[in-house]
């Protein structure tokens, strides 16, 4: 069974500072990778996703994340991050080609001083 | 635009009560999924359906059954509700079964405290 790892779990930044939040998961085969974003009072959305391609992709809010296979990573970045990014962050993973059911990082707390 | 209800924002209940959790999504998606959301835990996932009538356990199922009698719409069931079953409960829906590029739709979660 596959598994991911978020390894920040409480992440405090100041505004303008840039971001990069660590997912990686253990899985051999071909995987879609997603994140998914809580903000306060709100529902998870999704932040952007990856299947194929390009590995570096690009999501809404200004938000990009690079997969990299040879290191079963798929980290979230952000050049500049603003007061309204405090949200819970979700990596989550799926083998390709199998079942539909992601399995879940457990998340990254960020919040962001003005 | 796709949208996934849920019955109750929060919910209090006494422990021992039977609890109905409700999920309706408007987009006639074919799955639908039951999480609980705990700090630092994470999603877990308590049961998903595939089509109606269909359901199967996730990581975490007991003390928890589902009804998906309409495609549209999927339950939760405490029957007999805990101080450990506390938590947010999200209902999710996602649109292609074999799909796993597919992104899931998250509702605003209900948030549930046993006393």
């Known amino acids: 069974a596959q598994s991911v790892s978020q390894h920040n779990h409480h992440v405090i930044l100041s505004e303008a500072a840039s971001l990069e939040l660590g997912c990686n998961y253990s899985y051999g085969g071909t995987v879609n990778l997603f994140w998914y974003v809580q903000y306060p009072g709100q529902h998870l959305q999704l932040l952007l996703k990856y299947f194929s391609g390009d590995p570096l992709v690009k999501g809404i809010k200004g938000f990009e994340a690079e997969f990299i296979k040879s290191k079963f990573s798929f980290n979230l970045r952000k050049p500049s991050v603003q007061w309204s990014d405090t949200a819970e962050y979700f990596c989550?993973?799926?083998?390709?080609?199998?079942?539909?059911?992601?399995?879940f990082g457990r998340g990254t707390s960020l919040i962001v001083h003005p | 635009d796709v949208k996934v209800t849920q019955s109750s924002r929060y919910l209090v209940k006494r422990t021992g009560e039977k609890v109905f959790l409700e999920c309706v999504q408007d987009m006639d998606h074919e799955n639908m999924f039951w999480y609980r959301q705990d700090p630092g835990l994470g999603l877990r996932l308590i049961y998903f359906?595939?089509?109606?009538?269909?359901?199967e356990k996730g990581d975490i199922p007991e003390g928890y059954s589902v009804s998906r009698e309409k495609k549209e719409r999927f339950s939760l069931i405490l029957e007999s509700a805990s101080t450990n079953q506390t938590s947010m409960y999200l209902c999710?829906?996602?649109?292609?079964?074999?799909?796993?590029?597919?992104?899931?739709?998250f509702g605003p979660g209900t948030r549930l405290t046993v006393t």
């Open positions: 999710a829906s996602s649109s292609d079964r074999t799909g796993a590029a597919t992104e899931q739709y």
């Open positions: 359906s595939y089509d109606v009538k269909m359901k």
């Open positions: 989550a993973v799926n083998p390709s080609g199998g079942s539909y059911i992601p399995t």
